[in-house]
């Protein structure tokens, strides 16, 4: 029989898991899977169980929010053999499930695990000592999501982030950052009032521009950084660039890339999948291509399932991508 680990956040949406627990675990059951489920028991605690006892099983499913999900693959990336995962989502935003059309219907989402196919994922790592799995980002809008207690993420969902970040703009306590840009021998240095790193095509509950030609598994991130708009008009250019996806403008630095640093002289808050990522005065995010195994409906409709038609068999499962994980500056991450 094969064994799988199921570790869920009981808190995240409102504890809806509790509602479809033992549902999710006898098709689980039903699908041919031993099941050992772990409820999280503090921040951390889910990263810590898969770190410690993942080797162990044939899959790990996890259910929470896009922190949990960051978590688990952030575990994943540090054992030797890449052992597949599952999501059913349960979070406010849900930005990577929305990404990769995974079911918000948990015991649909379960089902797909139990008939899923594996699609490999890429991983970002970013500063050498921590992953992301869809975003990277810093400036306006991006320290909100971590501020916002667990509490009103469940209430108010994205609204409140995006709520939060215009009214910091608007009262004008958000400036620019001067920042180096490099990536592929190309070096840019500007203002900037954010920045994203992204392999999503969902960003804080909102389609990303420039989604057309999102790959997943492509090695490459999409890269976009707003000018700070010098006057009224020069932001109204830009906010009207941003709604018609319109980001080759003088408005943007927006390219796709494996590899990209980020100088400035000022340190740069960062968060990883919405949550603290520290502050650095010199950062650097490599896309770990194929890195994970996600486990996913399959559909012959997606730009997924094409891809996968187009994967062939791994030679080996070893993770070269192995790495140590550090912790030291990060106040935890919710799962
Ligand atoms: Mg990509």
């Given at each position: 029989m094969k064994k799988m680990l199921f570790v869920f956040n009981p808190r995240s949406g409102k504890g809806l898991i509790r509602n479809a627990l033992l549902d999710i675990v006898d098709i689980f059951t039903r699908g041919g899977f031993e099941v050992v489920t772990y409820p999280t028991q503090k921040p951390r605690d889910g990263y810590r169980k898969i770190l410690e006892d993942?080797?162990?099983?044939d899959v790990v499913a996890v259910s929470g929010g896009d922190g949990t999900m960051s978590e688990a693959v952030t575990a994943l990336m540090q054992l030797p053999k890449m052992i597949p995962i599952g999501y059913i989502p349960t979070g406010s935003t849900n930005d990577f499930a929305a990404s990769m059309r995974i079911s918000t219907n948990m015991t649909d989402a379960a089902q797909d695990i139990v008939d899923g196919v594996y699609f490999e994922y890429d991983v970002g790592q970013f500063n050498k000592q921590r992953y992301f799995v869809y975003v990277a980002a810093f400036g306006i809008f991006t320290d909100v999501p971590y501020v916002t207690p667990q509490d009103a993420k469940n209430i108010f969902g994205h609204a409140a982030y995006i709520a939060e970040g215009i009214k910091r703009f608007t009262a004008g306590s958000y400036k620019g950052m001067d920042i180096t840009v490099e990536h592929d021998g190309i070096k840019e240095s500007g203002n900037f009032l954010l920045g994203i790193v992204s392999n999503?095509?969902?960003?804080g509950g909102m389609k990303v521009p420039m989604r057309e030609g999102v790959y997943f598994d492509d090695g490459l991130f999409e890269v976009t950084l707003v000018r700070t708009p010098s006057t009224p008009l020069a932001l109204q250019q830009t906010l009207n660039d941003a709604l018609l996806n319109r980001l080759n403008t003088k408005n943007f630095l927006s390219f796709k890339s494996a590899k990209v640093s980020f100088t400035s002289p000022e340190p740069i808050s960062w968060t990883l999948d919405g949550e603290a990522g520290g502050a650095y005065t010199e950062s650097v995010a490599v896309n770990c291509r194929r890195a994970i195994k996600l486990i996913i409906k399959p559909d012959d409709k997606t730009d997924q399932q094409r891809e996968i038609d187009l994967l062939k068999p791994p030679s080996d499962t070893t993770n070269k991508y192995l790495r140590t994980a550090l912790f030291e500056d990060q106040d935890g991450i919710e799962i």
């Open positions: 993942g080797m162990n099983f999503s095509t969902s960003i």
